[in-house]
Structure formats: C-alpha cells, structure tokens
C-alpha cells in the first residue's frame, strides 16, 4: 500500500492545522545555534511532508532540500513553495537510499519519519544514509515515537472531523500495539462527504515503530553518529518520561 497517496496527502494539511510548525522551527534553529559548531546553511529535509518545516526554514534564509517517498506530498509542498514565492529543492526518494549532492550542515528527520523504518537493518540504513549527506560536525534532529511513553499511556482509537471546500472529511484512526516487534499499526478510514453526493472513501495502513533511549544510542554510534541530547518534544527544556509520547533527538556526525 502506498503511504499518503492522493487521498490523505489532498487532507493532510487539514488534519494538522493545530500543528505549530512555526514554533517547532524555532525550537530547531534554538538546536542549530546551541549545537551547530558554526554557521548552518544547507538543511536536509527527509520526510518533509507538504513542506511543513522546510518552507519557514527557506523564509528564514536557510537552502533547503525537501525529500519524501509520497509524491503526492511533494507536490503539495512545490505548489506551496510556488505560491510563496519561496526557493527550495524537493525531491523523491527513500530515506534507505536516496541520493543528492551532499555535504548539507544539517539534516531533520521529523514526525516520526524514522518511526517508517520497522526493521533494525532499515534504521542502521537510513541513519547511514543520512550520515554520507552530512558534513563532518554536522547536525542530525528526529524526532520518534518514545518507547517507555508508549508502552505505558498505550495507543487508543479516535475519530476526528474537518472542514475541507467541498465538505467534510472524517478520518477513524484505529491502533493496535505490537509491543514484541516495537511497532503499531496505525489504519486511518477516510470518509469525504460532499454535499448530497455519496461519500468518498479511502484507507491507508502505517506501521510506525517506536523506540528507547539505548537503542537510538547504539545505533547512532553504529552509524557514524554521537548522541548529544534526547529530550521531550515538543517541550524541549526537559528530559523525557513515561508521559512524552515524542522524543526528540540530536546527534552530531563524526
């Protein structure tokens, strides 16, 4: 099945109105200027969505690159780069093997991008990838589902409604926990009504792994990578604990 196909990338943005992408890009420059080791300039964006992050941060004067598996994400975040006047690269690929000019200061991988990658193999992969576009000293943020918060407040089912032009849009997201293979399997329902017409209906299924603080340690040191902080996300000012569902991660390339 393919992840944020046409369907959910059309309501994506929707859905995630209340989130304060503004705010977050200000907690990821704060990580730039504290842990930078000077001046960065060229931020790599893996999973960047419609552009969420990646667009405040080409306002700001930063070169970005965008890249995500979904197309039809990509599209979204071009059209609004467009729009906006706004210049930065966007380009397909997998986090496992992607490839572009290297040597950016910075690399994000947000929203639980990293959560996509189920097995250890393709962690170790997509950290090693990531690691050959980074300069040496150059800065890694994730931010991933936190293991002990998961397995203590549990995943539980929900229904949420939006207002699109045409309509509305219900997405019923049902969850099941996989604790021994670290993983839960997310199945979003979508419902687009509009109007009188009959409703419009999709599904997409997402395993998202979740991990624990000494794992992300030896599998960063396993590729390249050096541990410097593993907060809460996104309030960033304390360590994690069995209520921060999202962890925030920092780590430096050797």
């Not at 503004?22 to 200027?33: C, N, P, Q, S, T």
């Not at 599209?75 to 992607?98: C, H, I, Q, Y």
Request: a negative charge; hydrophobic letters at 45%; one cysteine or more.
């Amino acid at each position: 099945m393919t992840l944020f196909a046409e369907p959910y990338a059309r309501v994506y943005d929707c859905f995630q109105a209340r989130k304060d992408y503004a705010r977050e890009a200000d907690l990821i420059e704060g990580v730039f200027r504290r842990c930078g080791g000077g001046s960065i300039e060229r931020v790599l964006d893996v999973g960047c969505g419609t552009g969420g992050h990646a667009l405040i941060l080409a306002r700001r004067g930063y070169r970005v690159t965008g890249l995500d598996q979904s197309v039809d994400m990509l599209r979204r975040a071009e059209a609004k780069a467009a729009a906006a006047g706004l210049a930065a690269t966007w380009v397909n690929g997998d986090l496992r093997s992607f490839a572009v000019d290297g040597g950016f200061d910075a690399a994000l991988v947000m929203y639980s991008t990293l959560g996509y990658m189920l097995e250890n193999d393709d962690v170790l992969s997509a950290l090693r990838n990531v690691r050959r576009h980074l300069r040496a000293g150059g800065l890694l943020l994730f931010d991933v589902w936190y293991g002990p918060a998961v397995l203590t407040i549990k995943p539980s089912d929900r229904t949420t409604v939006v207002e699109v032009s045409d309509g509305t849009v219900t997405r019923t997201v049902k969850v099941e926990l996989d604790a021994r293979h670290h993983r839960c399997a997310v199945q979003y329902h979508f419902r687009h009504q509009s109007g009188s017409l009959a409703a419009q209906e999709s599904e997409e299924l997402h395993l998202v792994r979740y991990f624990f603080p000494l794992e992300l340690e030896l599998m960063l040191g396993q590729t390249g990578f050096a541990l410097a902080a593993l907060t809460a996300f996104p309030e960033v000012d304390r360590p994690p604990d069995l209520d921060s569902w999202n962890v925030l991660g920092v780590a430096r390339a050797a």
